[in-house]
């Protein structure tokens, strides 16, 4: 069930990281949002990183969207996460189409995993399908190119492992007499996958790989299939929850070889503190993506200067005169 | 110009005090602590401002943790980009603001913007801005920037300059070429008072010999008869007016018989001799004459003749280093002092420049000196008869400071005693906190100049010596073998 790794040795490969962020201002005359991705990838030589490469730079401009007037709290956030996903697969295609360079490895932050919207706002159904178009069209890219691309899951809140459990035992727990000591099913029941494979996993060691159940589109669906496994990479961490979609024409066991390949690559990236195992290039692009708060107040203070008018004002709740 | 930085707000820059700038990666190599740097302000005048502090930050090392990666083979530095988030924060102190066109330096009144682009001033800019004369004495080039330190000499001289510095850091090499300058100057008279001897090695290739005397301890006399009763006083603080009285007596008694050829020894046997005086105060007076005359210093005649001593350009060194009695030293140095600074009063003498090498012995704070009082004379009203000091010392906070404070320019080298360097912060006029953190960093060689002299202080280096001085000096190892050698050749010859 459970499968030890060998870190692998890096050196000589382009690994990238993307990440975005994004932001939100609910003004008087109507609510915007900033977003911010970037990819950034380093060539590691054996004692050092030959170079690092930002795109499309190491400080990219803000990108700005103004939000319908009349969505619903929730709308606003899915708005917002659907278009910084979609911002984030724009820049991973690319940075696929135009690096000169062979990208050998790309870490994405998060879970590809975006529920639909449940909305009747077109826009955001169009943004939604959007995001799919891009996500179909990035996995075909990375195919193509022979790129091995994943999804790192910091937090993950998951309890497939956990259900499953809670099924099968009832049937084997004759076997386990300790288990019967303990109100276990209430332990499953208040336990999500992360919690129990941080006990089960030992550094450098995965979980079995499960398949997900995401739909993208039909032709994209006859072609590709979504894993998921658990990866801890330091002892004093939870492991990281890694997904990555995989053809459907190749076998059981070149699956099971990409998956251990692309794991004992992120290994040794990750590896740096006995309390925080998260790969290096993700770190790197979350920094970089990061919007600062002093910057959107710069910001805010520009655009009040150019148009002072009073759609263009924060909330007052955002500007009281009081520093309370 | 090259531009290094942009300057950057903060909660406390860009201010009248400080302004922070973020330095540009590519020119990092060219800035350095104590650096000018100038800043654009409008199109008509620019801030010219000193470097006082240097910042490096990392995100990646923000916590202590993040240096830890014992369990991967790959280090840090291996993983993470670490280099492309290190950035360097940079603090100046504005000087003055300078206008474009017509060099004018005032203080500054309003604070440059955020924005603002820095560069490495022109030396041009920094010599107006320091007040650097061009005609003035070479010391050395500012430490950066590629500037000459040329000091106007009255601005330096007039009002006294003292020399301060750890022993080894570079004071004796630093007068030397005050010296050197001096006499290339060609127009004053020096007086170097030298207890360790080390000049007399060194000036004569400064100067050819018609223009040096070094005159040994041992050779110097001073003429009883040249001095008034109250002047012998002066040597020996003990001796009481009522005795001084008497003393004053005799010595008018022989001058009239001996035809002012008297030494000491005459003396006392006139106070024995003499019936009227108190049997009491003949028995004191006879006391402290005594202690005067086994001094060894006094006789009939004094020598060398202090009347025909100091030409414009000669160098003229007291060494010192014969007499071990610190009393005795003290005595020679008030008595040059005294009779130059009356010659120079009555202008029987060219401009003079008194240099006192461990001025702490011959003026200090605590303890009974009897030269104290001349050396505080000449600081206090030497300035008004072109007669100036030159106080040399290692410990500072052991010189008097009203000798000390009449010294209105300063040139620091090392320090490190902290009682020293908060007695410098204390008696120099112009030297702020953030300069006097400065001092125990100094090299050897390098030097802070504060005061009259310079419109600001300036950290500089010490230029070389136009003459090839080779260093004599022993190191203890090399001391000890040659003690040994000779020890064992006189063991076996005797």
């Known amino acids: 069930m459970f499968i030890q790794l060998t870190p692998q040795d890096i050196s000589g490969l382009t690994i990238g990281g993307i990440d975005g962020g994004y932001t939100s201002r609910l003004l008087i005359g109507f609510d915007i949002f900033f977003f911010r991705a970037i990819a950034v990838f380093s060539t590691y030589t054996p004692e050092t990183i030959q170079k690092t490469n930002y795109y499309p730079n190491k400080t990219p401009p803000l990108e700005i969207t103004v939000a319908d007037v009349g969505l619903s709290i929730l709308e606003f956030e899915n708005l917002g996460s659907i278009k910084r996903a979609i911002i984030e697969l724009q820049v991973a295609t690319q940075v696929l189409e135009l690096s000169t360079k062979k990208i050998d490895v790309l870490l994405l932050d998060g879970s590809p995993i975006l529920r639909r919207p449940i909305t009747n706002n077109q826009r955001i159904q169009n943004f939604y399908q959007t995001y799919l178009s891009n996500l179909s069209k990035l996995v075909y890219l990375a195919s193509k190119n022979r790129v091995k691309m994943a999804w790192i899951v910091k937090d993950s809140r998951l309890n497939l492992f956990t259900r499953f459990l809670g099924k099968i035992l009832p049937f084997i727990i004759e076997f386990l007499p300790e288990l019967l000591t303990v109100d276990y099913r209430s332990i499953i029941n208040r336990s999500r996958d992360m919690d129990l494979f941080y006990y089960l996993l030992e550094p450098n060691v995965r979980s079995m790989v499960y398949q997900r159940d995401f739909k993208v589109t039909k032709e994209f669906d006859s072609k590709f299939s979504l894993y998921a496994f658990y990866l801890k990479t330091v002892p004093f961490d939870i492991p990281l929850r890694v997904e990555m979609f995989q053809s459907n024409r190749r076998n059981h066991k070149n699956l099971i070889n990409d998956i251990n390949t692309l794991s004992e690559t992120i290994l040794p990236l990750s590896q740096y503190n006995k309390t925080y195992g998260i790969p290096a290039p993700i770190v790197e692009a979350d920094a970089r993506a990061k919007i600062k708060e002093a910057e959107i107040k710069a910001l805010f203070r520009m655009i009040q200067t150019r148009f002072p008018k009073p759609e263009f004002m924060l909330k007052r709740r955002e500007r009281s005169p009081w520093k309370f | ?494």
């Not at chain 2, 620019?46 to 993040?66: F, H, M, P, Q, R």
């Not at chain 2, 170097?192 to 041992?218: L, T």
């Not at chain 2, 072109?386 to 009449?406: D, F, H």
């Open chain 2, 1 to 494: 110009m090259i531009q290094i930085g942009t300057v950057i707000a903060t909660t406390d820059s860009p201010s009248l005090e400080l302004i922070e700038l973020i330095l540009e990666k590519e020119n990092q190599s060219l800035v350095e602590k104590g650096q000018y740097v100038t800043i654009t302000k409008n199109e008509a005048s620019i801030v010219l401002g000193i470097i006082v502090s240097i910042k490096k930050y990392n995100a990646y090392y923000e916590t202590l943790d993040s240096s830890i990666h014992e369990i991967n083979s790959r280090n840090y530095e291996a993983i993470f980009p670490i280099e492309e988030w290190e950035s360097t924060k940079v603090e100046v102190k504005p000087l003055g603001e300078v206008e474009v066109n017509s060099n004018k330096v005032s203080r500054i009144k309003f604070p440059v913007s955020p924005g603002s682009k820095v560069y490495i001033s022109s030396p041009s800019i920094i010599s107006t801005f320091l007040g650097l004369d061009p005609d003035g004495i070479y010391l050395g080039n500012l430490s950066s920037n590629n500037v000459k330190v040329s000091i106007n000499l009255s601005r330096l001289l007039r009002k006294h300059l003292a020399i301060l510095a750890i022993s080894g850091a570079g004071k004796s090499y630093a007068t030397s070429i005050l010296l050197e300058e001096l006499y290339k100057y060609g127009k004053l008279g020096v007086l170097v008072i030298d207890p360790h001897g080390e000049y007399s090695s060194i000036i004569p290739f400064i100067a050819p010999k018609a223009n040096v005397e070094v005159i040994k301890g041992s050779f110097i006399s001073i003429g009883v008869p040249d001095l008034s009763a109250w002047e012998i006083s002066e040597f020996s603080p003990d001796i009481s007016v009522v005795q001084t009285r008497v003393l004053s007596t005799i010595i008018s008694n022989l001058k009239r018989d001996c035809n002012n050829l008297y030494s000491l020894q005459e003396i006392i046997q006139k106070v024995d001799t003499s019936e009227v005086i108190n049997p009491r105060t003949k028995d004191a007076l006879i006391g402290w004459l005594e202690i005067l005359r086994r001094t060894f210093l006094f006789s009939a005649k004094t020598s060398p003749n202090i009347s025909e001593l100091m030409e414009p350009g000669k160098i003229v060194i007291l060494d010192l280093s014969g007499i071990q009695s610190l009393w005795n030293r003290q005595i020679i140095a008030l008595y040059f002092l005294k009779r130059l600074y009356k010659l120079r009063m009555q202008e029987k003498i060219p401009p003079s420049l008194f240099v006192i090498e461990e001025a702490h012995q011959f003026c200090p704070q605590n303890g009974r000196s009897v030269s104290k009082r001349i050396v505080e004379t000449i600081a206090r009203e030497g300035r008004k008869f072109y007669a100036s000091l030159c106080l040399i010392s290692q410990r500072p906070v052991n010189m008097s400071v009203t000798a000390l404070s009449q010294c209105n320019s300063n040139l620091i080298l090392r320090i490190r005693n902290p009682y020293d360097q908060d007695f410098i912060g204390k008696t120099s006029e112009g030297i702020d906190r953030s300069t006097l953190k400065m001092i125990p960093s100094l090299e050897i060689g390098e030097a802070l100049l504060v005061g009259e002299a310079v419109n600001h202080p300036i950290f500089f280096k010490i230029r070389l010596r136009t003459f090839n001085s080779e260093d004599t000096s022993l190191n203890l190892g090399e001391i000890s073998e040659q003690y040994e050698k000779e020890w064992k050749f006189k063991w076996k010859k005797e």
